[in-house]
């Protein structure tokens, strides 16, 4: 499954996160920085693969062995 993630969504996701951290003193918002990235990225990924499941329901992979 490829999912192409729309950097607009999360460029709009990064900045809702950082409005929610303004207060990390900035010596940890270079750490932290990294993560709310990681959070954008992820939280736009599993909105497409929500809207994907409920499209066309969940499914297993199936392996012979």
Same mark, same amino acid.
């Given at each position: 499954?490829?999912?192409?993630?729309?950097?607009?969504?999360?460029?709009?996701?990064?900045?809702?996160?950082?409005? =929610?951290?303004?207060?990390?003193?900035?010596? !940890?918002? #270079?750490?932290?920085?990294? /993560?709310?990235? %990681?959070?954008?990225?992820?939280?736009?990924? =599993?909105?497409?693969?929500?809207?994907?499941? !409920?499209? #066309?329901?969940?499914?297993? /992979?199936?392996? %012979?062995?």
């Amino acid at each position: 499954m490829e999912i192409i993630v729309d950097e607009n969504l999360v460029l709009k996701e990064k900045e809702r996160l950082q409005v =929610l951290y303004k207060d990390i003193p900035s010596n !940890k918002l #270079k750490v932290v920085d990294g /993560l709310i990235i %990681q959070a954008a990225r992820l939280r736009v990924m =599993l909105d497409y693969m929500w809207e994907d499941i !409920k499209e #066309k329901g969940d499914y297993d /992979l199936f392996t %012979q062995s």
